[in-house]
């Protein structure tokens, strides 16, 4: 009876049932239409601060037509929206204002290049059929979502270059299917105990924790990865030394970087895939490895700034495909490989900054591809191969600071392409013969000061019509100044000091348009001559009849002020110094232990004010490993460069060499630190800004504020667009550096009046 009455009313319960299941797909229809995503789309872009043009199509007009908008695609059957790819659209938004359910069955987001900010909602969470999610280089900020674990078709995430902070979701190595993960260039941290959660990821090919500031051990997941064929975990604070793991399980690498880390032990190097080795500037020391040679498919090895010594193994030269060397920097010693001819794919070698003795091989001429050679500061005491002359594709070649002799081979006419040649502090003899002037036309920069060359100076130097920089200064050049001088019309910096010129001053200089300092000081030159601020005639053969300036009394006041003036800023000098000196003795006996230039050389540190937002590392690559170009200024002990970083910020960087210092090193570390971190926080209108400074391997790098109209000496005599300053002004200037000095003796707390005074540089009032 009861089961003939609920058979009699089956298909009621039937049809119920399917009237409720009709009514429960309604809410979802209408959440994920086309029409519901095109509205989705359509407010989402309305929250754009300027839309771009190419967005005209996503408009109420064009409602019906949503799988022909602009940067989206559909799915062929449901004709919903499947991919979103609004990359480098340079859009400024937010994600919060984008309503993730109607996108359900999305798999591609991809919102690269843009200025969106703002956390990152958890609803993108829901996403679950996402296989690529790329939010790189944008501003995104706060934490990653858990709930980006729940996404698990994803291969492709992308999080890189933004804001983001906090500590990285060990759940994201959920994800198994993931390919690329590319989470570097955020503000992620992470001590050691922290990585004990995460674990391997069998898919993961592709790793980027760069740029962030992780403090710990090589993090042992890693080694679980076994299919990852790029990691990059550059510009951390990662220590210790690489495990053994690491080297026998991750044998598909083809691309490592670990540069700008504090790495120790000894380098690794059984990775039979490698084709990219980057592993510059950390703490790594002994030898490089003969083994390296075995790794026939490298084409990429960096090593500078680091502590390895012993020779450059000969194994190198099995390295065929190898296009980049540098090993600058470093304690390398013996003599350069000749091995290193047979790496005929090379297009940068650099090996600056070592103890690399003996000859340049010859072998260095079938280095035909050629184009950067960096062989300075060096022991090398031979002379240059005429070999060398083979390396025609040449742009920059320089062999400075070594004791090379003899006269340049007439093969070097052959680098036609020469953009930088640096050849001072060696022993070069001989003439500047003109048949290499004449074919160096592309040459921007021309450094032979320092040597012993001699005879005169050829007047095919007018042919060097892009010259920037040429300085001839200490050689034994005769003769007269050619007056071909004055046809380089870009040349910004002169100097033919300490030779033997004679004959008059060629006219022709004086009308040079671009020209900021020249230096013809002890020589033998006589005749007239102009007064210029930015000319150095010292210690000629002028008669005082000549010097005199003319009778008129504005050039008069000029001829007074410019004595003047010197002389209130050396008593100021003088003063400051009596001062430093005065207190260096009282501290000298009170301190129990003094450091020689030695303990300098095992010395490093790094101070940087709280509210830095650049790394010592970004300011390295800005300036390109300190490459001669950024180069602003040379002092006493020391040269000062611009560094323009990623983020637009502009900063100065003096770098001290301690081997010529002749007060830093007698200087207690610990006291020196403690004034470094006194001067950080001096704030003064007439005291440049200190950001902080950095010590490695025999030299300190300070980094200051970056003042766009150079420094007070030159305004004071004229360069950098200042020709000329009124008397009230110069006191003014005097009176500015004085508050300064009296601020730091007595007002800054505690009162900086002991060796760092000198270490302070002043910034003049506006003139």
């Not at 297009?347 to 035909?368: D, V």
């Not at 095992?602 to 300036?623: D, P, R």
């Not at 504020?705 to 950098?720: F, N, P, T």
Request: glycine share 6%.
């Amino acid at each position: 009876m009861e089961g003939g009455l609920f058979s009699a009313h089956k298909p009621t319960y039937l049809l119920l049932l399917l009237h409720i299941f009709l009514l429960a797909l309604l809410p979802f229809k209408a959440i994920s239409s086309p029409k519901t995503q095109a509205e989705a789309l359509l407010s989402w872009k309305n929250t754009f601060y300027d839309a771009p043009p190419s967005l005209t199509s996503w408009s109420l007009t064009n409602l019906n037509n949503l799988c022909n908008w602009y940067a989206i695609v559909c799915d062929q059957n449901s004709e919903q929206v499947s991919q979103i790819d609004l990359s480098n659209f340079n859009i400024d938004a937010t994600l919060t204002d984008f309503n993730f359910a109607p996108f359900l069955n999305l798999t591609q987001f991809n919102l690269n290049g843009n200025n969106f900010g703002g956390p990152i909602p958890s609803a993108i969470g829901n996403l679950s059929k996402l296989t690529t999610l790329d939010l790189g280089n944008n501003f995104f900020g706060q934490e990653i979502p858990v709930e980006i674990s729940k996404l698990t078709k994803l291969k492709y995430l992308s999080f890189f270059n933004n804001s983001l902070t906090g500590a990285i979701p060990y759940q994201l190595f959920n994800l198994q299917n993931v390919q690329f993960l590319i989470l570097g260039r955020n503000n992620f941290f992470f001590e050691t105990p922290g990585w004990s959660k995460f674990s391997g990821m069998p898919s993961l090919t592709y790793l980027d924790l760069s740029g962030n500031y992780f403090h710990s051990v090589f993090p042992k997941f890693i080694s679980e990865c076994r299919n990852l064929t790029f990691l990059d975990l550059s510009e951390n604070f990662l220590t210790g030394q690489i495990p053994e793991q690491v080297f026998t399980n991750l044998g598909k690498l083809e691309y490592l970087n670990l540069t700008n880390n504090r790495f120790q032990g000894p380098l690794p190097s059984n990775f039979p895939k490698l084709k990219h080795l980057h592993l510059a500037v950390n703490a790594f020391a002994g030898p490089i490895p003969e083994d390296i040679g075995w790794i026939s498919g490298l084409q990429r090895i960096e090593l500078h700034t680091n502590s390895l010594q012993g020779p450059i193994p000969s194994s190198i030269g099995q390295l065929r495909e190898l296009q980049h060397l540098d090993l600058q920097m470093n304690f390398l010693d013996s003599s350069i490989p000749s091995e290193l001819g047979f790496c005929t794919s090379l297009t940068y070698l650099n090996l600056t900054s070592n103890h690399l003795e003996g000859k340049i091989p010859p072998s260095i001429g079938q280095l035909r591809g050629l184009l950067y050679l960096d062989l300075s500061n060096n022991s090398l005491n031979s002379s240059i191969p005429s070999e060398l002359g083979f390396c025609t594709s040449l742009t920059y070649l320089a062999l400075a600071s070594n004791e090379l002799n003899g006269e340049l081979p007439l093969s070097l006419s052959n680098l036609t392409n020469i953009i930088d040649l640096s050849l001072f502090a060696n022993r070069f003899t001989g003439p500047l013969l003109p048949s290499l002037l004449s074919n160096w036309t592309e040459v921007v920069s021309l450094q032979l000061q320092h040597n012993s060359f001699s005879g005169n100076i050829p007047p095919e130097i007018g042919l060097l019509r892009k010259l920037d920089v040429l300085y001839l200064n200490d050689n034994k050049f005769s003769a007269s100044i050619p007056s071909d001088i004055g046809r380089l019309s870009v040349l910004r910096s002169l100097d033919l000091s300490r030779n033997h010129l004679s004959g008059s001053i060629p006219p022709t200089l004086w009308n040079l348009p671009h020209i900021q300092s020249v230096n013809l000081s002890n020589n033998n030159l006589n005749g007239p001559f102009r007064l210029r601020g930015n000319f150095d005639l010292s210690n000629n053969n002028f008669t005082p009849e000549i010097q005199k300036a003319p009778n008129n009394s504005k050039k008069h006041k000029k001829v007074i002020i410019g004595v003047l003036v010197p002389v209130c800023g050396l008593s100021v000098v003088a003063i400051t110094i009596a001062l430093i000196r005065m207190f260096h003795k009282k501290t000298k006996r009170a301190l129990k232990k003094i450091n020689s230039a030695e303990n300098f050389e095992n010395f490093e540190s790094m101070i940087l004010q709280e509210e830095v937002k650049f790394t010592f590392g970004e300011v390295v690559k800005a300036v390109d490993d300190f490459h001669e170009k950024y180069c602003i200024g040379k002092g006493g002990f020391g040269r000062v460069y611009k560094a323009e970083l990623l983020s637009g910020q502009v900063v100065a960087v003096k770098r001290l060499n301690m081997s010529d210092s002749n007060d830093i090193p007698a200087i207690n570390l610990q006291s020196f630190e403690n004034e470094i971190r006194t001067l950080t926080n001096v704030r003064h209108r007439n005291i440049i800004r200190l950001y902080g400074f950095c010590s490695r391997r025999g030299c300190i790098f300070l980094l200051y504020e970056y003042l766009e109209r150079g420094s007070l000496g030159k305004a004071l005599y004229g360069v950098d667009g200042v020709t000329e300053l009124g008397w009230a002004t110069r006191v003014k200037v005097v009176k500015g550096l004085a508050h300064a000095l009296s601020y730091l003796h007595h007002d800054c707390s505690p009162p900086n009046c002991q060796q760092c005074v000198a270490r302070v540089r002043f910034r003049s009032p506006t003139f």
